[in-house]
C-alpha cells in the first residue's frame, strides 16, 4: 500500500520504503507458516512415534499373556502396566459404581456372546476414545485365550481319561483271556482228557476180550463226553447268551435265573426292566458282572435266595443290586474281578457283606454310560 502511494505521489524514496516493507512482511508470514507447519510435524511424529510404542508394547503383552496358566490375572497384570492404571477382574454381570471424580473403563470380557468376567480400570487423568479400543483390543484377545485354554485342559483331560479307558478294556480283555483259558484247562480240556484215557481202556478190554467191561468203560466214556458238551455250550451261553442277542436283557438274566433255580433249588426275585433302555454294549457287560456275581453266591452255598434288582437312580444314571443269602465271604480276588469289570463301564461297585451271612453287590453307573 505504501508503495503505491509513492508511486502515486511520483516518490521513488516512498516507492523503495513500501516495497521493503512488503517483502519483510511476506518472509515473516513465510516463517510463521514453515515453523507452523514443522510443529505440527513434529507433533504427528511423535503421535505416530507413541503410537508405535504402544503398539510393540500391546504385542508383547499378548505374547505374554499365551500360553500362561492364569489367562486373565496375567491380562489384568498387564493392562495395569499398558495404561498406567490399577486393574480389577469382576465376576460376570458384575458393574461396581464408580466414586465421585473417579476415572474408571469397564470392559466386558465376552466369547461367544457369553461374559466370562470384565476388566475394570481406573486412574487418575481420564480415558480417551484411544484407551478404550485399545483396552477392547486387548480384552478380546485375552478371552480368546482363555477360551483356548479352557479347550486344551479339557482337551488333555479326555486325553488321560482315554488312556486310562483303554488301558481298563486291554486289562479287561487279558482278564477274560485268562479266566476263559482257565475254565477251558480246568474243565473241558481234563473232561476231554478222561475220556481219552476210558476209550484207551476200551480198545484194551475189547483186544483182551473182555466186552461186558469194555461196553461199560465206553458207556462211562460217553457220559463224560456228554457232559462235557453240556459244560462247552454253558460256557458259550455266558459269553454271549443267544437270547440277550435275540430276546433283550430281562429275558436272558430270567433264563440264567431260572437255571440256578432249578439247578440249586434257589428262590429267585427279579426286577431288571430298567436295563431295556441301556446300550447294547452296556447290557452284554452288565450281564456278564450278574452272571458272575451269582455264580460267586452259588459256590459260596448255594444261597436259599437271590434277588437281582435294577432301578434308575436320581440323577439319570442306573444302579443294579445283586443279593444273597449264601454263607461264607466272597473272596477278595472275586471281589476284584466284579471291581474290574464295573470299571469298564466307569461303573461304582460297592459290596455289603452281612455279619450274619449273605452279600449285597450294587453297580452303579454315572448317567453318561447309560446313554445309548
Known amino acids: 500500500m505504501l508503495a503505491v502511494v509513492g508511486l502515486a505521489l511520483g516518490s521513488s524514496a516512498l516507492t523503495i520504503v513500501g516495497l521493503a516493507l512488503a517483502i519483510a512482511l511476506a518472509g515473516i508470514v513465510a516463517a510463521y507458516l514453515i515453523v507452523t507447519e514443522r510443529r505440527r510435524h513434529e507433533a504427528a511424529e511423535e503421535e505416530l512415534t507413541s503410537e508405535a510404542r504402544f503398539l510393540e508394547s500391546l504385542v508383547e503383552t499378548m505374547g505374554s499373556i499365551a500360553g500362561n496358566a492364569d489367562v486373565l490375572e496375567r491380562t489384568r497384570q498387564e493392562a495395569e502396566r499398558l495404561f498406567e492404571a490399577r486393574a480389577r477382574l469382576l465376576a460376570p454381570g458384575e458393574r461396581p459404581r464408580p466414586a465421585p471424580a473417579e476415572n474408571a473403563i469397564v470392559i466386558p470380557l465376552r466369547a461367544h456372546d457369553e461374559e466370562v468376567g470384565a476388566l475394570r480400570l481406573t486412574r487418575d487423568r481420564p480415558f480417551d476414545r484411544d484407551d478404550v479400543v485399545r483396552a477392547t483390543v486387548l480384552a478380546d484377545f485375552a478371552t480368546r485365550e482363555h ?60 483186544e483182551e476180550g473182555r466186552r ?102 436320581q440323577d439319570g444314571g442306573v444302579e443294579t443290586s445283586i443279593s444273597d443269602d449264601a454263607p461264607g465271604e466272597r473272596r477278595r480276588r472275586s471281589l476284584e474281578e466284579l471291581e474290574e469289570r464295573a470299571r469298564t463301564l466307569n461303573g461304582n461297585l460297592k459290596v455289603d457283606q452281612r455279619p450274619s451271612g449273605g452279600t449285597t453287590v450294587r453297580v452303579v453307573l454315572p448317567p453318561y454310560a447309560t446313554a445309548r
Open 147 to 206: 477360551e483356548n485354554a479352557q479347550l486344551l485342559a479339557e482337551a488333555q483331560l479326555r486325553e488321560v481319561e482315554r488312556t486310562r479307558l483303554s488301558n481298563q478294556i486291554i486289562t479287561a480283555e487279558q482278564d477274560e483271556r485268562r479266566r476263559l483259558a482257565n475254565e477251558l484247562h480246568d474243565g473241558a480240556v481234563q473232561s476231554l482228557s478222561g475220556v481219552a484215557l476210558l476209550l484207551d481202556a476200551g480198545l484194551n478190554s475189547i
Open 212 to 313: 461186558d467191561e469194555a461196553r461199560q468203560i465206553i458207556g462211562r466214556a460217553l457220559e463224560r463226553h456228554r457232559a462235557t458238551i453240556g459244560q462247552l455250550r454253558s460256557l458259550s451261553f455266558n459269553l454271549e447268551p443267544v437270547v440277550l442277542r435275540d430276546q433283550g436283557f430281562a429275558p436272558a438274566v430270567r433264563a440264567l435265573t431260572d437255571q440256578i433255580e432249578l439247578a440249586h433249588n434257589v428262590q429267585v426275585d427279579l426286577d431288571v426292566d430298567t436295563a431295556e433302555q441301556l446300550a447294547e454294549k452296556t447290557q452284554a457287560a452288565l450281564y456278564q458282572i450278574i452272571r458272575e456275581a451269582i455264580n460267586q453266591a452259588v459256590r459260596r452255598g448255594p444261597p436259599e435266595t437271590l434277588s437281582v434288582t435294577i432301578r434308575q437312580t
